[in-house]
């Protein structure tokens, strides 16, 4: 065995101790009872379905009439359209809201950071009812502004985070170029910023995907809004169950092309020739100057 491989063999990262051939075994068997765990747990979910009858075709016909494929695509559709309108809305408002935290005008700075604090500790629930009952307005506007007001806090905190997390150096080296507080927050940090807040952006993107279901709260006529309507038209027991199974995997899927959208993102960065590493020249002897 060579030096290397026994250095290879004894190495340890920041964050836990490589394990031994003892403790490589023990994680193995760890991970067979936690396959054979999950695959017992879904076996008994499948037993109770089909126990229930949720597969037979008295259940699934009625996904066939286009009444009801028409009402889910609806559905589907204005789903999406609040969630494009909260998604952009919430990137805005927690750019200026972080911009407000960054700040270095203290009044402006706390001003930013009371916004940020009394919509990220106030239920994304209550704000949306507070302005569709108290404010009177319409469910798709109430909808949007409430996810837009807890997201964009929650996003605020992501950005400024991110730009205070840029080594300082980039910061003090931008000014002594002679650029302004703006271009160096607009060419310099923010960049910078954005390529490693990126999986954090996409996560809270997800959520307010997902708290778009809240809106048939309001009687806004989103996804889950039209599946509850369509469960409680069907003459079966148990009619929720087709309706989730087939609204589940929509909803999860949406959320996977979030995530596979800020996969492609990043990996484009990578290439990108603005952000790819320059080869620099070795230094060399400068040329004599005349007299020296």
């Given at each position: ?26 994680h ?61 809305l919430?990137?805005?408002l ?81 000014y002594?170029?002679g ?27 997800v ?29 079966y ?8 199974m087939i ?24 290439r ?21």
């Amino acid at each position: 065995m060579t030096a290397h491989a026994l250095h290879g063999d004894t190495q340890s990262t920041a964050l836990y101790d490589i394990p031994g051939p003892r403790a490589q075994r023990r994680h193995f068997f760890y991970g067979i009872a936690s396959t054979l765990m999950i695959l017992a747990l879904a076996g008994w979910l499948l037993y109770l379905l089909f126990d229930t009858n949720q597969f037979t075709a008295a259940k699934w016909n009625p996904f066939t009439y286009e009444g009801i494929q028409e009402l889910l695509l609806k559905g589907l559709g204005n789903t999406l359209k609040a969630f494009a309108y909260a998604s952009v809305l919430s990137l805005l408002l927690g750019a200026v809201l972080a911009t407000g935290r960054l700040s270095v005008h203290r009044p402006v700075r706390w001003l930013a950071t009371l916004c940020v604090e009394f919509f990220r500790a106030m239920p994304v629930l209550v704000m949306i009812f507070f302005i569709f009952v108290a404010l009177k307005v319409q469910p798709l506007p109430a909808l949007v502004a409430g996810l837009t007001l807890y997201n964009g806090s929650v996003l605020a905190e992501v950005f400024r985070t991110g730009v205070n997390a840029v080594d300082k150096g980039q910061r003090e080296a931008a000014y002594a170029l002679g650029m302004r507080k703006t271009q160096v927050m607009t060419y310099v940090l923010a960049p910078q910023a954005v390529r490693a807040m990126l999986p954090t952006i996409i996560s809270q993107l997800v959520v307010a995907l997902k708290d778009t279901s809240l809106g048939y709260l309001i009687t806004y006529e989103e996804f889950l809004h039209a599946g509850k309507l369509i469960a409680s038209n069907l003459d079966y027991d148990l009619p929720f169950i087709p309706v989730v199974m087939i609204i589940s995997p929509i909803y999860i899927g949406m959320c996977m092309l979030l995530s596979w959208f800020a996969t492609w993102v990043a990996r484009r960065e990578r290439r990108s020739f603005k952000t790819r590493a320059v080869e620099v020249a070795p230094a060399e002897p400068g040329t004599v100057l005349p007299g020296r």
